[in-house]
């Protein structure tokens, strides 16, 4: 596996355009082309798995944008850091299909020296079935998502 040069930064869209709401991590990476600076990659993780390592690798600061159920109004937009959402998801048996971007960023800390700065940037979903557009509960949050985005390249802390 080849890693990205060291101080790149990466954003990465996670969840299933299939899937409405869900994919408002590929509809927020579609909207950040070309809004960002040139050494910030845009990576469409889709549904993928282990197989985003090689995008993060090397990496200095990475933003994850996914759907995430938090139990707030369709559309609230959260940011956290991986060590908010606990260690649970390292417990039990957990097969290929249900692993998640905890577990692969846990595996990225094994594999890399130095970890690198990651924030999760969660909207909460109104609809998850079959549908290639976001409710607009959702839509109209993808602003807001954006913006905190450019904050978050801008930053210099964790």
Request: glycine letters at 12%.
């Amino acid at each position: 596996m080849r890693g990205m040069p060291v101080g790149k930064k990466v954003v990465l869209g996670i969840g299933n355009l299939l899937m409405k709401d869900d994919g408002i991590g590929v509809h927020a990476i579609r909207a950040l082309e070309g809004r960002l600076p040139q050494d910030v990659e845009l990576v469409d993780g889709g549904t993928a798995g282990c197989d985003l390592l090689p995008y993060m690798m090397g990496a200095e600061k990475i933003i994850i944008i996914d759907a995430l159920k938090g139990g707030e109004p369709p559309g609230a937009v959260y940011r956290l850091t991986p060590e908010d959402c606990g260690e649970q998801y390292l417990e039990g048996t957990i097969s290929l299909h249900d692993l998640g971007i905890l577990v692969v960023l846990h595996d990225l800390a094994l594999l890399e020296e130095k970890t690198p700065s990651v924030v999760i940037i969660g909207i909460e979903p109104k609809e998850i079935s079959w549908g290639m557009e976001l409710t607009s509960d959702v839509e109209k949050s993808l602003p807001k998502v954006l913006e905190l985005v450019e904050r978050e390249i801008d930053r210099t802390d964790a």
